[in-house]
């Protein structure tokens, strides 16, 4: 067990929707970092916040939004889904600084997306 | 943008063999993680090195920053071993560029 949560574990919903998929990190973690897993493009890297702050940027299309919250807990919101989408969305956290300076990250076991 | 190739892409091994996992990048780097990703889905973090050599158990990974090329090492392998090995690269050292890029895995299977 990373100590990291996410939730919900499996989401089934239909094109067009938006659905909210929820992180908490390791406690005393304050960065969050948001992956995408799919068939054909393996992971990739969507957003990282530090703080409540977004950090960096990946391939993260407008479509889609996230947030980290005072309690340091993250939201990665999907909207206007569509069959693509579906995939393993993974929340890692660490330790983090404001250097930058790399820490490891530990990953929650991933919200798997299914688009109908 | 940072191009990260492991090979091989898939490794059948009895148990017990010494088994070398390779990954190579395109651009200088701050730090390289090895992840394993079981069947079920589930990540986990085996190590972060930015140089030299990690050990951790049966598992060693080493570094060649002037060639772009890492390494990782399973001593006597296990069937638990049987998973997906993935290689990421961060580029840059900034605080806002903490951005991995990831090769495509190797799948290892190891048979008792």
């Known amino acids: 067990d990373s100590g990291v949560t996410q939730t919900p574990k499996h989401l089934i919903t239909a094109t067009g929707q938006r659905v909210t998929l929820r992180c908490s990190p390791r406690s005393g973690d304050l960065s969050v970092y948001w992956y995408q897993q799919s068939l054909d493009q393996g992971l990739q890297f969507l957003i990282q916040?530090?703080?409540?702050?977004?950090?960096a940027k990946g391939n993260i299309l407008e479509r889609f939004s996230a947030q980290q919250f005072p309690d340091l807990h993250s939201e990665l919101n999907l909207s206007s889904l569509e069959l693509g989408d579906s995939a393993l969305y993974f929340c890692?956290?660490?330790?983090?600084?404001?250097?930058?300076?790399?820490?490891?990250?530990?990953f929650g076991p991933g919200t798997r997306l299914t688009v109908l | 943008k940072n191009e990260v190739e492991q090979s091989p892409q898939n490794l059948t091994a009895q148990e017990g063999e010494f088994i070398t996992i390779n990954c190579s990048y395109s651009v200088g780097i701050s730090a390289l993680h090895w992840l394993q990703q079981h069947p079920g889905g589930g990540i986990v973090s085996l190590f972060m090195?930015?140089?030299g050599k990690k050990k951790h158990g049966r598992l060693i990974a080493t570094i060649n920053i002037q060639e772009k090329h890492s390494s990782l090492h399973i001593t006597a392998s296990h069937p638990r071993d049987s998973a997906v090995y993935i290689c990421?690269?961060?580029?840059?050292?900034?605080?806002?560029?903490?951005?991995?890029?990831f090769g495509k895995g190797t799948k290892l299977s190891v048979i008792p």
């Open positions: 890692a956290s660490s330790v983090g600084s404001p250097s930058g300076r790399a820490y490891g990250q530990f």
């Open positions: 916040y530090y703080n409540g702050e977004e950090r």
């Open positions: 090195l930015s140089s």
């Open positions: 990421a690269v961060r580029s840059g050292s900034g605080a806002g560029s903490y951005q991995l890029t």
